[in-house]
């Protein structure tokens, strides 16, 4: 039993730490720690500059253009780059589709995708889920039929989140309705910009458009868009569901959380003295601080498995459940430490402008503590990862 | 032991429920009587005590009213502790709404002390987070005359020197800052007490308010646990949801509980009211809380999207919370009071 990082992993981390610094704007910084949406532009901004470095997909192998980051590395750079506000990376190319891609796609598919995941080129969506098909995802019913050398595709997809930014969107498509519904299924990339398709916005309870409707109606989508062999695409959605979830539990954006709540609570006054001394808010930030420092090596736990080559199974249901409660009760904390300044509720006008009478660090609290309550709904609610658990793990 | 209503208030609430479904404005409020129910009938009105307050508001929050009614009840109920019946007539009347303005920057929760001055007829100062001040008539300020007491003034809100700052309310309704300049002020007299008896009756009015919110959240949730389908069977039949759905029903229960506590003590001495106050409001804000967030939790992510009708209502029961004192603002007093 070591709990220390070796000096190799120590460097990186120091490595890492001295590039955010020299490479992250603070302005960014200042609105991923506020909960303000980010433009377009700032995320292909931060995309661009990790690229650059080498640090967009540190943990592809190097064959594709990353660096064959360890468990360990790869843990490394997302605590410390969520510790510093850093945007989160947009996942649906980097983290989701380029894994699949690299261990499912064609020769022509990797090269033709993977440099232009890097590159900013391509932003991808995700179009999994439909209105009827949430937790029970094979239920899916988004329809790809033959037609010579194409697919034709009809049906909708919901909860796109981001499609309004994308060029491209990974689908899984219903293309037989024979055996288990799991059977039917192929994983399909389509280009946005095909006749067709048509994106809704779905506002979200803070009032931010995030996520999207798309409809398709007869989009002709080439046969060579096809991603490993038709029918099998649950095999390889479930790969994606299973590869990398070390940073499922989101340790260091609940880190970098509990820095921000301290702020407010160290500048917010409560009978003249400062929150952070009030016996009943103290109990309870220090619940809450103890829960992450065991979350935070129940998490090194995993990804120290993950080291030794056992791949993270049902144990990332466990981070799932247990990261996504702690990140939304520190969010909570954040609502309850500004006190009546989380009742004037904003969001951004047409023009982009904000205006909140309280503090600065109050302005989007009560909207983050909404929007967070996603986290525990989405990639498998926490209800579905308990059944997983019970089952896996438990046996019961 | 009764534990029902007398007829006359579950008539008010019976065509409160119906109205309030329909859509009501604040004339129609005022004809059906709701802020006639508030003022004591020594006050003009022909209610006021706890119950008549509980009733009223718990409708309102079922409905999801954004109409300021608990502001302008306050404000009312300072202005007849100020005999000033003429105006109390007319709020009972619909024709004149006003709103109270207390609350200043950095006081968080607490009823004091207050900085906004009284000189020469004119007000100085701001007042933070005034909810239902967008479009009142009347404000009702509290402000410290002679540089010590604190005395109720009022003051036409679109008065030279008078400035709002307004944004939407997690609530629902709106709430401004209001900035003070040298704005002309009528003095009405009046004392802190009142104005912390007025506060207590309020925070009755945000219990009963989020106990009909709570009950909209958890018949919305049950709804959709009855029809929403997943793996071939109507979530409903999970067991993992059936407890909690139970859980929610259970804890529904102690709030109303705690709810009609207060009202029953509303009038009773300060001690037993502060008392019963801060047991209610503790266990609403929680109890609130937990509704939403498993209600959202248990619907998924349609719950997450504006256009579900449950997130107005979602939000109003998080709002709960940061109006008159939080959870531990109020454990804290209970805790005081206790001792
Ligand atoms: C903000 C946001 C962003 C999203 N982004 C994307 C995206 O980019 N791409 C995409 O494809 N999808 C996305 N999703 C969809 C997300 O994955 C689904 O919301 C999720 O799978 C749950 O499905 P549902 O919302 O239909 O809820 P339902 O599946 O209808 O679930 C309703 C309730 O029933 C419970 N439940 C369901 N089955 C069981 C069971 N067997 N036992 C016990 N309880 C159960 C659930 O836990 C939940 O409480 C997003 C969702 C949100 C909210």
Known sequence: MDLNYTPDELAFR???????????PADIARRVGSGEPLTKADMDLWHSRLNAKGWLAGSWPREFGGQSWTAVQKHIFEEEYAAAHAPRIVPFGVAMLGPVLQAFGSKAQQ???????????DWWCQGYSEPGAGSDLASLKTRAVRDGDHYVVNGQKTWTTLGQFANKIFCLVRTSTEGKPQEGISFLLIDMDTPGIEVRPIILIDGV???????????????????GKENEGWTYAKYLLTHERTGIAGVGFATAALDSLKRIARTEMNHGRPLIEDPHFAARLARIEIELMAMATTNLRVVAGAAEGKAPGAESSMLKVKGSILRQQINDLARRAVGP????????????NIYHPGPEYSARVANSYLNNRKISIYGGSNEVQRGIITKAILGL | MDFNHTEE???LADSLRRTLARGADWATLAELGVLGALFTEDEGGFG???????????????????????????????LADCGQAELVEQIIAGTLRPAFAHGEPGLRYDHGPIRTRYEDGRLTGRKSVVEGAEGADLLVVTALENGDTVRLFTVAPDAPGVTLYTTPSLNGGSVSEITFDGAAATPIGGHMGLVENRIEAATLAVCADALGAMETARDMTLDYLRTRKQFGIVIGKFQALQHRMADVAIEIEQARSAVINLAGHLHADALARDRHASAAKNMVGRVARLVAEEAIQMHGGIAMTEEYALAPVSRRLIAVDHRYGDEDWHLERFIRLSA
């Open chain 1, 111 to 121: 090269d033709y995708y993977l440099p232009r995941i890097l590159s900013g080129e």
């Open chain 2, 9 to 11: 208030r579950r008539m």
């Open chain 1, 14 to 24: 120091d490595e890492v730490r001295a590039f955010i610094k020299d490479n992250l």
């Open chain 2, 48 to 78: 006021g005590q706890g119950f008549d307050i509980a009733v009223v508001f718990e409708e309102l929050g079922r409905a999801g009213s954004p109409l300021p009614v608990v502001e302008a009840g306050l404000a009312g109920g300072l």
């Open chain 1, 341 to 352: 300044w989380a009742v004037p509720f904003v969001s951004e006008d047409l023009e982009g």
């Open chain 1, 209 to 227: 458009h995030e996520v999207n409707e798309v409809w398709f109606t007869d989009v002709r989508v080439p046969v060579e868009n096809l991603v």
